[in-house]
């Protein structure tokens, strides 16, 4: 297999991860009205603002990162073309910079969940109950996530490597 089909199938992954992403948002916009509008208890409409907003999000997120990996393939393929060395290297070059970033996020997010529960747990109102579990949700939905992205990145990044090494290039760090 030609190195550019790696590149490609991770793209593909990425879309696939947005359009699961927005199609999660979807959901979440799609229960925040129905909280608003069926919801009978003040728990249950303070749940409306708070769900509505993680699931803005996750929806705009997961509409970008599909259209934006759409416009890699063709340019990946471009690029590759024409210097098939320089799009590897600057292949490897992106991926270890991103790679870096997910024991980060990994931490980061698992915070934000704990201080989702923190809220929940010490803000015993309705509308802090609800920032709190809105908050739980948007840290596991990126956990979620970023734990399929980075096992993607790791196998595409060691498919850089081979690349690489078959060139007989070391790589540049």
């Not at 890699?72 to 590759?80: D, E, G, L």
């Not at 010490?122 to 709190?132: D, S």
Request: hydrophobic letters at 50%; aromatic letters at 12%.
């Amino acid at each position: 297999m030609e190195f550019i089909e790696h590149a490609v199938a991770w793209c593909r992954g990425e879309i696939f991860e947005g359009r699961m992403l927005a199609l999660f948002g979807a959901s979440v916009v799609a229960l925040a009205l129905a909280f608003w509008k069926l919801g009978s208890t003040p728990s249950a409409r303070a749940m409306f603002l708070p769900l509505l907003c993680v699931g803005l999000v996750a929806l705009a997120v997961g509409i970008s990162m599909n259209f934006s990996n759409q416009a890699r393939i063709p340019a990946y393929r471009a690029a590759y073309a024409e210097d098939a060395t320089g799009f590897v290297e600057s292949e490897l070059q992106r991926t270890e910079a991103f790679i870096r970033w997910y024991p980060y996020t990994m931490y980061t997010f698992s915070l934000v969940i704990l201080v989702g529960c923190a809220i929940f747990l010490w803000k015993p109102t309705p509308l802090g109950r609800a920032i709190g579990l809105a908050t739980i949700i948007m840290g596991l939905s990126v956990l979620f996530l970023d734990h399929f992205s980075e096992e993607r990145a790791e196998r595409y990044h060691s498919k850089i490597l081979e690349e690489v090494q078959q060139k007989g290039a070391a790589p540049s760090r």
